[in-house]
Structures are given as C-alpha cells and as structure tokens.
C-alpha cells in the first residue's frame, strides 16, 4: 500500500531535522577523538549512533526518512546523544509519531471573553495570536506599534507575515534577523504538530515564494518555544522604545497566546528586567 504524502512529509521532516542536529555537534564537544580531516561538517552517523547506544544502520534508516518505527526510549537515547533540549525533544518525538496528532480545524475558535482582553490593557500594545501566528484580538496601541499588521483583506491578519512580507517590519523591529529567525523557530514546532492542516502549509508556502530568508533558514531547523523578552521597536510618534514582553497561554487554546509590551521605563524598579 503506498505511504500517505502526509507521512511521507513527516518522515522528510524527520529526516532533515536528524541531519541539521547531527551536524552541528562536534566531536570536541562530545569527547571523541578527531580523525583526519572531515568531508562535512559535525559527526558521523556512525558516531552518533556509537553516543546513542544504537545501532549505526539503523540510524542511517532513520535519518534517510525509510519507514521504520522507533520507540520513544530509543528516541530520548538519540535526543541525549544530540543534546537537544527540551521543546527540541518533543519535536522529535512528535516528528517521530509519538504525540497525538491535531484536529484540522476550518477556524481558529476565540471566546468573546478572551477576545476582549487586549481592549481592556489598552494603552498598553496588545493582542492575541493562533498556533500559526493570525491575530485573532488586539487593540489600539498595537495597531499603532505595528502598521500594516492589520488590514481589511479577506484572509487573517498574520504576525509571521508581517514579519517577512511586509517591508515596514524591518524599520520597527530594530533587531529584525534575530526577531525573524527566533519567530520561524517558533513557528516550526507548530507547523509540524499540525501538518495536515491547510492554515499552516498555506502560510509556509506563502512565506518561501515572498522571503528570501525563509527558503535559506526553514531547512536549518531551529525550533524555539514562545516565550516573554524584550524588544528595541521604532514607535511612529515615540521613536525608539525598549520594550518588555509577557506571553500567556490561554487555558482553554493553550496554543493561542496573548501577549502584551510594556515600555520598559515605565516598570517599577523592582520589576525592571
């Protein structure tokens, strides 16, 4: 019986994600003793496998995207062996068909109530985002903060979007590389825990046809976990502002996170970063 492209995909997902960790180690760095000259950087499947306490054919399997199963211990030895930490682990345990997978959903459901919040910390820019990055509640301040980030086109306004498509991204975020890559990162666990879902392939394949960056970073790999810090973004009356930001998750849409800025002058001085 032929393979679903679905799996199929996964397994490529898989595959380069194996690749790109294994890459990035060293010998040095795991205390094995260089060997002449390498063709290629970081170590050799036979090498990780030896760290992994598994067998080096059966990595190679793996790591070609063939259709094998691996049990979840095999895959925490190989996490260990490439020192991937904890949002990376479950990636690849998610990649590797051990997390229940997502109901497709046509919309991203918001309850009035959630919907309401940034409204209500008005003047403080803030707003709620989907597992994919489309803004499903904001306020004021935050369409001030980020202009062009919500339009009157028929699609869903979207964060990642703005960030690579949308040229005046570049002159608010003042550290734009960094922002981008660490939102693709962000977006990468995502995109793969809902593979099947339309929402998340359109917006990859949207973001590869209109960013440059994109097509040179998505095969690299990195996978982040949204998180709170702190940004330097040009404000259109206020100019440069250092900000500090805060994620929540949403109890009943633990992938829907508000996420609200604070002037980082105006926080207590107990409470300053």
Do not use: C
């Amino acid at each position: 019986m032929p393979t679903p492209p679905d799996q199929r995909d996964q397994r490529r997902q898989l595959s380069a994600f194996l690749r790109s960790r294994r890459e990035r180690l060293t010998p040095d760095e795991v205390g094995l003793p260089q060997t002449g000259r390498r063709r290629t950087p970081g170590l050799r499947r036979e090498e990780l496998a030896l760290l992994a306490g598994i067998s080096a054919t059966w990595y190679t399997y793996l790591e070609q995207g063939r259709d094998i199963r691996a049990s979840e211990q095999l895959l925490n030895a190989l996490a260990a062996a490439l020192r991937l930490d904890r949002h990376e682990r479950d990636h690849l345990l998610q990649l590797a068909g051990h997390a229940p997978a997502a109901e497709v959903e046509e919309r991203e459901p918001l309850t009035v109530e959630a919907g309401a919040v940034p409204l209500l910390l008005q003047p403080h820019p803030a707003y709620i985002i989907g597992g994919n990055y489309d803004v499903l509640s904001h306020n004021r301040a935050a369409d001030e903060l980020f202009p062009k980030l919500i339009t009157e086109a028929d699609r869903p306004d979207n964060f990642v979007r703005w960030v690579f498509l949308e040229p005046v991204s570049r002159e608010v975020l003042l550290d734009w590389e960094p922002e981008a890559r660490g939102l693709l990162a962000r977006l990468r666990p995502l995109a793969a825990r809902h593979s099947g879902d339309p929402r998340y392939t359109r917006l990859i394949e949207e973001l590869n046809d209109g960013s440059p960056e994109v097509r040179e970073w998505w095969p690299q790999y990195e996978v982040q976990a949204r998180h709170s810090g702190r940004k330097r973004l040009r404000h259109p009356q206020r100019g440069v502002v250092d900000y500090v930001y805060t994620a929540f998750h949403l109890a009943e849409q633990p992938e829907q996170t508000l996420v609200v800025y604070f002037d980082s002058t105006e926080l207590p001085d107990g409470a300053r970063p």
